[in-house]
T-cell receptor, first 112, second 116 residues
């Protein structure tokens, strides 16, 4: 089992729709969860982080965490073409404060 | 711009040569991280500093790789005797002091290394 798994996509949604991105992780000791957006040829940009079970909203973005199911998700409401990018899920390695384990990313395409 | 900066942005080198990259973290961030990313993959952790102390090193970091952060500010990553498999984007990130924020890591623009 991979440590952090994401569907590679591409996930295609129409403009204005909700995009739902999912991530599962294997290390039950993980405490910190992050979503990064990466445009082609650029470095990852932090868009959301969540440390507690439940939902966390920031603008059009909502992160959801379920530690019992080892599942993290990102919802993007009112998707825009500018949201088209690869979304990386990252989880800290249990017992480490610095070592983030990244998934391979989900490529999102928002069609006008 | 007060973000993480990295130099050079691109480096082409011949196999067997040594290369050194520099990272300047966000001001007053005391934690600094190095990652490597290849096409189609997420970043892979290499090493992590808190101030000048190197607290973790990945098993991926062979003896040819060394990182320093001598004064707890900027950091350098050196690769000796480069191999074609070292071709990748090398990413640096920093995060705030413990107690003033979480463990959120903010990435610089990266240094793209091509070994010919």
């Amino acid at each position: 089992q991979k440590e952090v798994e994401q569907n590679s996509g591409p996930l295609s949604v129409p403009e204005g729709a909700i995009a739902s991105l999912n991530c599962t992780y294997s290390d039950r000791g993980s405490q910190s969860f992050f979503w990064y957006r990466q445009y082609s040829g650029k470095s990852p940009e932090l868009i959301m982080f969540i440390y507690s079970n439940g939902d966390k909203e920031d603008g059009r973005f909502t992160a959801q965490l379920n530690k019992a199911s080892q599942y993290v998700s990102l919802l993007i409401r009112d998707s825009q073409p500018s949201d088209s990018a690869t979304y990386l899920c990252a989880v800290n390695r249990g017992g480490s404060q610095g070592n983030l384990i990244f998934g391979k990313g989900t490529k999102l395409s928002v069609k006008p | 711009d007060t973000g993480v900066s990295q130099n050079p942005r691109h480096k082409i080198t011949k196999r067997g040569q040594n290369v050194t990259f520099r990272c300047d973290p966000i001001s007053e961030h005391n934690r600094l991280y190095w990652y490597r990313q290849t096409l189609g993959q997420g970043p892979e952790f290499l090493t992590y500093f808190q101030n000048e102390a190197q607290l973790e090193k990945s098993r991926l970091l062979s003896d040819r790789f060394s990182a320093e952060r001598p004064k707890g500010s900027f950091s350098t990553l050196e690769i000796q005797r480069t191999e074609q498999g070292d071709s990748a984007m090398y990413l640096c990130a920093s995060s705030p002091k413990e107690g003033t924020g979480g463990l959120e890591q903010y990435f610089g623009p990266g240094t793209r290394l091509t070994v010919t």
